[in-house]
């Protein structure tokens, strides 16, 4: 017979107990017991573990992959539960809608409920257009192999990361089993259908939404805005996200996802003069919307044309009702698209704003300097690193004239930066 002791801290159940069990050959092992967190009555309970989510080492809050790793390693880890990101999209919106694919992406890898917003395209074509999981070449014949040797039916198809992520730990298709945080995504080929046929999706079009007859109300908000806050405030009470099914077993993380917020496609006039009549229709709406997220399990991303809005007030009001601020800076149509010192990248890369959660102080990256170039199947993120000299065809005056926009970079640039360039592993 296996004898067993338990010992405890001051008082039994308190978090921190260990549990030490002696076997048939006399071998004592010590097996702590897993996380806890106070009830509402006082008493302890076990944190639900929620697919595709982790708690940050800082500040103990839920963090959801952004579905790029670079990015989440300069958020502090990932995008906090109940937050909103606000990505600044470039001036051609070329690589925004990159990292707003595979935000949604990353929730269908993990099985979580994506709610998409849109007033350009169809919700539905754009989950067409998500990028698929970075495979191996020789992926397929091992999935046939882990088929034909796996009988039942909940066994989860491996793949691996090509390339030089070979060396990370191994990743799985199934959307509900992975257990991998942040995953990294073909660019060039598009996610399979089965995983958006088994995935759970609610889209709001614009277009749709609007009727014929629009009566005028009091509130300042569009009828755009108006109704896709509702819409967002029925997914959330209707699927449990805020917690009002308390029988609800299964927790589950809702993604949302609104593109070219503020445009004139949402009804919005600030980026067509600077004195408009609804300069504050988008403020509320973001003040309704941080609400709606710090009540549930929801995380959202939005986009926003800041290159369009005239009003450079309604851009910093906009920035602090936001959590997280990450601006993007195409080089398409700029002197920088020419400039030698910038061959190797696409554009940069700025985190403008870090939320401060339970702490003081937010989570500021030390790496200021970033830039991004867009491969064949990837989209990455790297320490901007300028040559240590030109070419012998330049001339020394052409060269300071390329050096002068150098010193808008900051102090860590080039080779007073330390560290790895890439960020991405």
């Not at 849109?118 to 257009?129: F, M, N, T």
Request: aromatic fraction near 6%; hydrophobic fraction near 35%; glycine fraction near 8%.
């Amino acid at each position: 017979m296996a004898a067993a002791a338990t010992s405890c801290g001051p008082r039994a159940g308190a978090p921190g107990c260990v549990v030490a069990a002696a076997g048939k050959d006399s071998v004592t092992s010590f097996q702590r017991r897993g996380p806890r967190a106070s009830g509402p009555d006082g008493g302890c309970r076990r944190l639900a573990s929620i697919a595709g989510t982790r708690p940050s080492v800082r500040n103990g809050q839920l963090l959801v992959s952004t579905g790029l790793p670079a990015l989440d390693q300069l958020l502090g880890g990932g995008l906090a539960v109940g937050t909103l990101l606000l990505i600044e999209e470039d001036k051609y919106n070329i690589y925004s809608p990159l990292l707003f694919k595979y935000f949604l992406a990353e929730g269908i890898i993990n099985g979580h409920t994506l709610l998409v917003a849109s007033a350009k395209e169809d919700p539905a074509e754009i989950l067409q257009e998500l990028p698929a999981p970075l495979l191996n070449d020789n992926c397929k014949k091992e999935v046939d192999e882990d088929v034909c040797s796996h009988k039942t039916p909940e066994s989860n198809i491996k793949m691996k990361i090509a390339w030089r992520y070979q060396l990370l730990p191994k990743m799985e298709v199934g959307p509900i089993s992975s257990s991998i945080f942040g995953h990294y995504y073909d660019a060039s080929k598009r996610i399979p259908q089965e995983l958006i046929e088994a995935s759970k999706w609610h889209g709001f079009f614009l277009p749709e939404k609007i009727s014929s007859t629009l009566s005028v109300e009091s509130c300042s908000l569009t009828h755009g805005y108006r109704s896709l806050l509702h819409f967002i405030q029925n997914i959330i009470c209707e699927e449990g996200f805020d917690g009002s099914n308390p029988q609800k077993k299964e927790k589950n993380v809702l993604r949302i996802g609104i593109q070219n917020l503020g445009s004139p496609l949402w009804g919005d006039d600030i980026c067509c003069t600077e004195n408009c009549n609804n300069s504050q229709s988008l403020t509320k709406f973001l003040y309704v919307l941080r609400g709606l997220l710090r009540t549930s399990l929801s995380a959202c991303i939005i986009t926003v044309p800041t290159h369009l809005i005239q009003n450079k007030a309604v851009i910093a009001r906009v920035t602090n009702l936001s959590d997280t601020v990450v601006g993007l800076e195409s080089f398409i149509g700029s002197e920088r698209e020419t400039n030698p010192l910038y061959q190797e990248y696409h554009g940069l890369i700025h985190v403008r704003q870090i939320p401060r959660l339970n702490n003081l102080i937010g989570d500021v990256s030390d790496v200021k300097d970033l830039a991004f170039k867009l491969r064949r199947k990837l989209f990455t993120i790297e320490r901007l690193h300028l040559p240590p000299d030109l070419s012998d065809t330049v001339s020394r005056s052409g060269k300071q004239d390329l050096a002068e926009p150098t010193k808008l970079l900051g102090p860590g640039c080039g080779v007073t930066a330390g560290g790895k360039k890439h960020l991405d592993f």
